[in-house]
Nanobody, 115 residues
Framework: QVRLVESGGGLVQPGGSLRLSCEVS????????MRWHRQAPGKQREMVALITTAGYPRYDDSVKGRFTISKDGAKNTVYLQMNNLNSDDTAVYYCNWVNWPQDYWGQGTQVTVSS
């Protein structure tokens, strides 16, 4: 059974940083792409970053230059380094492992940016 467990969320002041982690078990981690999505209250879920099997990152324009996605194949873990956070980044963040047609999600971790 594939399982994704996120960690690292919390409360941070505007301008601050957080690093999210997502550990994947039960799958061939390196055979799939990893994605981070977020869902703010009253809004649709949106993808903010992905990293391909070859390690190439892609970002939504809203986070480009502030967020960095990376992965450690030896630890089956993907990270999302978030810098210069603002209130628009407040959301539940979900990691997602995709190797079509396999598509698995974590339970989400709350990120709140507030003074």
């Amino acid at each position: 059974q594939v399982r994704l467990v996120e960690s690292g969320g919390g409360l941070v002041q505007p301008g601050g940083s957080l690093r999210l982690s997502c550990e994947v078990s039960g799958s061939d981690f390196n055979s799939g792409s990893m994605r981070w999505h977020r869902q703010a209250p009253g809004k649709q879920r949106e993808m903010v970053a992905l990293i391909t099997t070859a390690g190439y990152p892609r970002y939504d324009d809203s986070v480009k230059g502030r967020f960095t996605i990376s992965k450690d194949g030896a630890k089956n873990t993907v990270y999302l380094q978030m810098n210069n956070l603002n209130s628009d980044d407040t959301a539940v963040y979900y990691c997602n492992w995709v190797n079509w047609p396999q598509d698995y999600w974590g339970q989400g971790t709350q990120v709140t940016v507030s003074s």
